[in-house]
């Protein structure tokens, strides 16, 4: 059963980092068929939809950010260690939520900011910045 899982969440000061990851697990992913997914980040604020944050393309080489997080988080990837990172860079207290991955099975130089486009999810991740 395909599984997502995230870690690297915690407690930082504004202007603090913290690097998110995200494990995929399963028959959906063996092999090189990790390969193969667009790699999605969202995440949820309380009281807040979720919202799309960063994405990167099955092979690594398109790389899709929210404005607001243009220039201080960096999606990337590891497809032999079948794991996708958020680097998180200048964190302020706007950026507090649950950070979840997603897997979309589209091998194309592409990735989709829409969450109705993933197929597997992880179980999120919070992430708090204090100011």
């Known amino acids: 059963q395909a599984q997502l899982v995230e870690s690297g969440g915690g407690l930082v000061q504004a202007g603090g980092s913290l690097r998110l990851s995200c494990v995929a697990s399963?028959?959906?992913?063996?092999?090189?068929?990790?390969?193969?997914?667009?790699m999605g980040w969202f995440r949820q604020a309380p009281g807040k939809e979720r919202e799309f944050v960063a994405a990167?393309?099955?092979?690594?080489?398109?790389?899709y950010y929210l404005d607001s997080v243009q220039g201080r988080f960096t999606v990337s990837r590891d497809n032999a260690k079948n794991t996708v990172y958020l680097q998180m860079e200048s964190l302020r207290p706007e950026d507090t939520a649950v950070y979840y991955c997603?897997?979309?099975?589209?091998?194309?130089?592409?990735?989709?900011?829409?969450?109705?486009?993933?197929?597997?999810w992880g179980q999120g991740t919070q992430v708090t910045v204090s100011s």
């Open positions: 399963g028959r959906e992913f063996a092999g090189r068929t990790f390969s193969a997914y667009a």
């Open positions: 990167i393309s099955s092979s690594g080489g398109r790389t």
């Open positions: 997603a897997a979309d099975l589209l091998p194309a130089n592409r990735a989709s900011r829409l969450q109705n486009d993933y197929d597997y």
